[in-house]
């Protein structure tokens, strides 16, 4: 028995190893044909249930100059934390995705979306998902640049989710932030040259 848990923890830490990509180490643009005046059409979506990833999301937003959209369920989550966790795993054991509250009427004119959330089971909630595979929205060509906010594991995993999720799209590096902590968006953006404003 012993040996079994010894084996399954092993595992565990290569898979945790192995799963820290986040999208393409280089930069999003490189060369001279990208202008200092070139403008993006930015949009930041995120699901938020506590606060801690809008918080993040307007941080992003502010740096950026993105819009802000809320991913919200048509249902919202039980208030209650333990109800709440209840149904989100239940939705996530059965791949149920959550019909949303609204859509964006003009989402094909942003060339660049950051989409953000908490990381809920291990894993990026499935209202994310829906944004992301279930609204109709064409993710093909556009930069998708992850990110979440965390307690105690599993960012890359959800960043890598959320990458999964539009495989026609160019990744940048995504950001995790642990509770909502918003030090280093800045340099973050920096580093991925998002030269937007």
Known sequence: MKA???????????????????????????????SPDTTRNVLVAYFSRSGNTEKVAKEIAAHSGGMLYRIERKEPYPEDFKDCAAEAKSELNDSVFPALKDTI??????????????????????PVLSFLRKTGYDFSGKIVIPFCSYANMFPHETLLEIVNATPNSQHPNGFVSEEGDTAGIAQWLYDINLKLK
């Open 4 to 34: 079994k848990h010894i084996l399954m923890l092993l595992i565990g830490l290569i898979f945790c190893s192995c799963s820290k990509f986040t999208g393409s180490k280089q930069p999003l643009y490189i060369g001279d044909d990208i």
């Open 105 to 126: 009427a003009d989402f094909d004119k942003y060339d660049v979306i950051f989409v953000g959330g908490p990381v809920w089971w291990h894993t990026t909630p499935m």
